[in-house]
């Protein structure tokens, strides 16, 4: 009697499952969520000298986004990034 080979079959038949845990990777320092004083907003003159200073700065770099020949998604982003955290 002749038996099967099994042996060229075997690694389509073992299934093995496999459980990951991924571990959150908390960063500290520049990249860390800030958080902004909202506080102030409830003062008028506070709330209105923030406002200026966004639109000042916003403006300005708004004409210097326009300059550049290039502008890609990441430059946009970091563009946002350096207007707002500043002034807020």
């Not at 002749?2 to 499952?17: F, I, S």
């Not at 700065?57 to 207007?83: C, V, Y």
């Amino acid at each position: 009697m002749r038996r099967a080979d099994v042996a060229a079959d075997h690694y389509r038949l073992v299934v093995a499952k496999m459980k990951l845990k991924l571990r959150k990777h908390w960063t500290t320092g520049e990249t860390a969520f800030k958080r902004f004083n909202t506080a102030f907003s409830r003062d008028a003159d506070k709330l209105n000298g923030f406002k200026k200073a966004l639109n000042n700065n916003s403006f300005q770099a708004l004409q210097d986004l326009l300059q550049e020949d290039e502008t890609t998604m990441e430059g946009n982003l970091r563009w946002i990034k350096t207007i707002l955290t500043p002034t807020c």
